[in-house]
């Protein structure tokens, strides 16, 4: 008689064996080719969005240009008040492979104030130049895309090319690694401009980078002697109505204006062509005439437009005539004193009326003067 069969549920020794050694081949090939996705797929290089805010010229003197006999041979020493303003110019920056090639890319963006033919080759434009420059400091290639998305005009006196290599030298620095302090930065931007300088502050609190990027909105400055001096200076937030006429100047010209200007004794301007700037005649004899007011000023902590002053503006009067009537006429229709940055040909002032007011006073201008565009902006704030 058969007896009831019993069911074996026992695993055979062999086949348990087997069991860790097929875990171990299927976790092995899960590693191995999640590596291999890895190596093979395009990682995203690192990349920044910067900002380049533009400035203007508070208060501008000037010094008789260096000898022959000196490194700075024709230029001319100065000593001015600059701010920083809201209008700014877009950079973005990425890193590229080892082994390809930069490029460089510029246009306007769609709201700029004032489009000029951007015709010139990448040689010589600031921020490219920052790039070698960078490359040539660190001894090797350091291959990057630039595109620069511009609002501030060309030719303008505000600094738009400055800032744009500045904020080259900061994106470029950080998304290489190449760990340069901004003293070490501004030594290597001294080298393009004597504004560049001026766009790089260690203490700036927005240039701090984010997912996003980073702004530099340098605090203001006193900036003597070819550049290199800078003693920065308290933020005066207050709006400004800056006035961009719909022509550049050339600053070439308009210092060699200058320096006829002060060898030949010129006749006093008519009132259609004096500018504000210009009330106070500037006179040669020490290094920077009239750099104690720029002092003054800037340590006074406020804006008092009836004291501001540029010696290029009756220069760049000269060089464009037409700079000097839009001048006249400006101060007519806005009732208060008209200022110059830089070399030209941006005008900027400080209308009495606030808030809803100073739109009024650029509507006014967009009306009455449609030789300029005008811009409501303010000096930036912390």
Same mark, same amino acid.
């Given at each position: ?13 062999? =086949? ?22 890895? =190596? ?12 380049? @805010? ?20 024709? %230029? @001319? ?5 600059? &701010? /920083? ?6 950079? @973005? ?7 390809? &090639? ?6 306007? !963006? ?12 990448? !040689? !010589? ?22 595109? =620069?998305?511009?609002? =501030? ?16 030298? #900061? ?10 302090? #901004? ?25 701090? %980078? ?18 290199? !001096? ?68 800037? +340590? ?48 900027? /002032? ?7 007011? #100073? ?16 811009? +409501? ?6």
């Amino acid at each position: 008689m058969v007896g009831p069969i019993q069911a074996n549920n026992q695993i055979p020794a062999s =086949i348990r064996l087997r069991r860790p050694v097929f875990l171990f081949l299927f976790l092995f090939s899960f590693l191995l080719f999640a590596v291999l996705s890895l =190596i093979c797929s395009p990682m995203p290089m690192p990349s920044l969005t910067i900002t380049a @805010h533009a400035k203007i010229n508070l208060a501008l003197a000037l010094g008789q240009p260096e000898s022959a006999r000196t490194s700075h041979a024709g %230029f @001319h020493p100065i000593c001015t008040w600059i &701010h /920083a303003i809201g209008l700014c110019d877009t950079l @973005h920056i990425e890193r590229l492979k080892a082994g390809a &090639h930069s490029s460089w890319q510029i246009c306007w !963006q769609a709201d700029a104030p004032r489009k000029s033919t951007l015709d010139w080759p990448a !040689q !010589q434009d600031l921020a490219w130049r920052a790039l070698g420059l960078l490359e040539a400091h660190a001894g090797r290639s350091l291959p990057t895309r630039i595109v =620069i998305d511009k609002a =501030i005009p060309t030719g303008s006196g505000l600094g738009g090319g400055s800032a744009d290599a500045a904020a080259t030298l #900061v994106a470029v620095n950080r998304v290489w690694e190449l760990g340069l302090d #901004v003293q070490t930065l501004s030594e290597i931007g001294f080298g393009l401009g004597s504004d560049v300088p001026f766009f790089l502050d260690e203490n700036d609190r927005s240039a701090r %980078f984010d997912a996003t990027g980073c702004s530099l909105a340098p605090r203001p400055a006193i900036v003597e002697g070819f550049g290199q !001096q800078l003693t920065r200076c308290a933020r005066i937030p207050r709006p400004v109505l800056v006035l961009v006429p719909r022509f550049g100047c050339n600053t070439g010209e308009v210092y060699r204006a200058f320096d006829q200007e002060q060898s030949t004794p010129t006749p006093t301007p008519t009132t259609t062509t004096t500018p504000d700037d210009s009330l106070q005649p500037c006179t040669l004899g020490t290094a920077v005439p009239r750099s104690g007011l720029v002092h003054a000023m800037a +340590q006074a902590s406020e804006v008092v437009s009836d004291r501001l002053f540029n010696d290029l503006s009756q220069a760049a009067c000269r060089v464009k005539p037409e700079l000097g009537e839009l001048m006249g006429r400006a101060r007519a229709l806005l009732g208060c004193p008209i200022h110059m940055s830089g070399s030209g040909s941006t005008l900027f /002032a400080f209308p009495a009326a606030k808030g809803k007011g #100073v739109s009024a006073v650029a509507q006014a201008v967009a009306r009455d003067l449609p030789e300029v565009v005008p811009i +409501q902006t303010q000096l930036l704030s912390p």
